[in-house]
């Protein structure tokens, strides 16, 4: 398996409060992604980063924020959690030397915002 | 329309039976295509890429057909342990690496 965590796994917080997300590599990849999954709608792309200090936006990226100021860490901040954000958020993994863009994803941590 | 499309299920199937799932996908800029396996509450398992040329791996077989954009998989000799959620996937060419995800299809294999 690849050496992806995600902590905290599990997380119940308030509406107006911020929570950061922490997802860890021990692969040295550059590319990392952050995703939610929500009922009907699948998994979808918030973050991206292709190297330490760089990302770019997803297709749900309103309300969030990213960093990367490690090759092993990037972290997905909410400013201002709100109900619609309570999802199951899943960090995922990209080897760009690998032959078909595939990509690994940690084990998840599931959000609950009241 | 939803750029990746699949069959919500479920299927359920006995063991044994062999299942075939269907995609579709709306970019025909795509360049790269897989199938993940999602148990319940885990996280999704690249289960194989699928090449132009179709692909198999042990009971699983993968297909691609870029004219009419769609991507298929078939199960063969199911096992009780296959059942899942089957996520098909597709990667749009020249976008930072991006997948876009169905909506995944349930599959369950009753004994």
């Known amino acids: 398996d690849a050496g992806i965590t995600q902590s905290p796994r599990h997380k119940v917080t308030e509406t107006g409060t911020p929570v950061t997300l922490r997802c860890h590599q021990t692969?040295?990849?550059?590319?990392m992604y952050w995703y939610r999954q929500d009922p009907g709608h699948g998994l979808r792309l918030i973050h991206y980063?292709?190297?330490?200090?760089?990302?770019d936006k997803g297709e749900v990226s309103d309300g969030y924020s990213v960093s990367r100021s490690k090759t092993e860490d990037f972290l997905l901040t909410l400013e201002s959690a709100t109900s619609s954000q309570t999802s199951v958020y899943f960090c995922?993994?990209?080897?760009?030397?690998?032959?078909?863009?595939?990509?690994?994803f940690g084990p998840g941590t599931r959000l609950t915002v009241l | 329309r939803k750029e990746v499309e699949q069959d919500p299920g479920p299927f359920n199937v006995p063991e044994g039976a062999t299942v075939a799932f269907n995609c579709t996908y709306s970019?025909?800029?795509?360049?790269?295509f897989f199938w993940y396996r999602q148990d319940c509450r885990k996280e999704p398992k690249l289960l194989m890429s699928?090449?132009?040329s179709g692909n198999e791996d042990g009971r699983f077989t993968a297909q691609l057909n870029r004219a009419s954009q769609y991507i298929s998989l078939l199960i063969r000799d199911s096992k009780l342990s296959d059942s899942a959620t089957y996520l098909c996937?597709?990667?749009?060419?020249?976008?930072?690496?991006?997948?876009?995800f169905g909506q995944g299809t349930e599959l369950s294999v009753k004994p």
């Open positions: 995922a993994i990209r080897n760009p030397a690998g032959s078909y863009n595939e990509q690994f």
């Open positions: 970019n025909s800029a795509s360049q790269s």
């Open positions: 692969e040295n990849h550059r590319y």
């Open positions: 699928v090449y132009s």
């Open positions: 980063s292709y190297g330490v200090k760089d990302t």
């Open positions: 996937v597709v990667n749009p060419y020249n976008q930072g690496g991006k997948l876009i």
